[in-house]
């Protein structure tokens, strides 16, 4: 830490990317974890187009079950740590892949999320957002009342584009950031995974904060092998001990 703390001093322009692993202390399954979601699914069965347009009951069976999760869970010490992180920096930017709102809820703002939000619901065919309340019933999905479409969870799957203008702005920012830190992400899912990437081919500090080795582990200038809730709030705390003195 103390060298990190040290490195930190001169740096201005801060990026954070995180993944599940973020949300893991506050209770929500991870991807590809032991324990991940995809052990009891397989990707390609359920966050694909294909998948929806073969069986949309098992797929909003899915969505609605995480959406069951997310209603019983908080933020954890991470998420407001990396709150607190937005006011350390002169610029500050966190990127997300994740689509759990959790961020928000710890009262990040500029929060880029890449892949979506699994609390926002689209119409397949023209991705008019779909605003009505409650629950989607698997077994008699709403239609569009634009087009007709089949109403789905606003995230992107596999295959998907992201939104133009969020990826946009996320290599932008990573470009131009001075230090990342990629947080609880097993780094395998492009285009986010290559944000760290082009962060450090641009001179800046890469910071890996996670479980298990990831692709980006050998190119991190540091790396810790601590949980995201445990190693965040310290890291801030230091911090701010350095800015006060
Ligand atoms: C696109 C939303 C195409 C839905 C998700 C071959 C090579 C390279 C790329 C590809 C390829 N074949 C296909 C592709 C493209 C594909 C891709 O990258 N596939 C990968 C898997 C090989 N990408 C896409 O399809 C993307 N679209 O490329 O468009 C295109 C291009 C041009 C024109 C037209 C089309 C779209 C990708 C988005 C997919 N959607 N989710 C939903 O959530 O239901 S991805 C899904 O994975 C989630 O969003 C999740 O966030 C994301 C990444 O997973 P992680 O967040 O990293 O989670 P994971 O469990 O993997 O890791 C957690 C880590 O945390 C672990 O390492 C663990 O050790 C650590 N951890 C756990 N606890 C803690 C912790 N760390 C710290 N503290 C803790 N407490
Ligand atoms: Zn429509």
């Excluded at 609880?184 to 492009?190: L, Y």
Aim: with cysteine; net charge negative; charged share 25%.
């Amino acid at each position: 830490m103390e060298d990190l703390l040290k490195r930190l001093k001169s740096c201005s322009r801060c990026v954070i990317l995180t993944g599940a692993g973020v949300s893991s202390e506050s209770g929500v399954a991870t991807f590809r974890g032991k324990e991940g979601l995809w052990g009891k699914f397989r990707p390609e069965e359920l966050a694909t187009m294909d998948a929806f347009m073969a069986n949309s009951s098992i797929v909003w069976e899915w969505y609605n079950w995480r959406r069951e999760v997310l209603n019983k869970v908080e933020p954890n010490p991470g998420h407001y740590a990396m709150c607190e992180m937005e006011k350390l920096f002169d610029h500050f930017c966190l990127i997300t892949q994740n689509v759990d709102s959790l961020h928000q809820a710890a009262g990040s703002t500029n929060v880029l999320e890449l892949h979506g939000n699994i609390l926002r619901n689209k119409c397949a065919d023209c991705f008019t957002p779909f605003l009505d309340e409650g629950d989607i019933d698997p077994d008699s999905i709403p239609s569009c009342s634009k087009c007709g479409g089949k109403i789905r969870p606003d995230v992107v799957w596999f295959g998907e584009m992201l939104d133009e203008k969020i990826i946009n702005k996320a290599f932008e920012e990573s470009e131009r950031a001075d230090l990342f830190f990629s947080i609880g992400t097993s780094a395998v899912v492009h285009p986010a995974a290559s944000l760290p990437i082009v962060a450090k081919r641009h001179g800046a500090l890469l910071v890996e904060i996670n479980m298990e080795p990831t692709p980006i582990t050998e190119m991190a200038d540091f790396c810790f092998k601590i949980p995201s809730g445990e190693f965040l709030p310290e890291l801030v705390s230091s911090l701010k001990a350095e800015q006060s003195a």
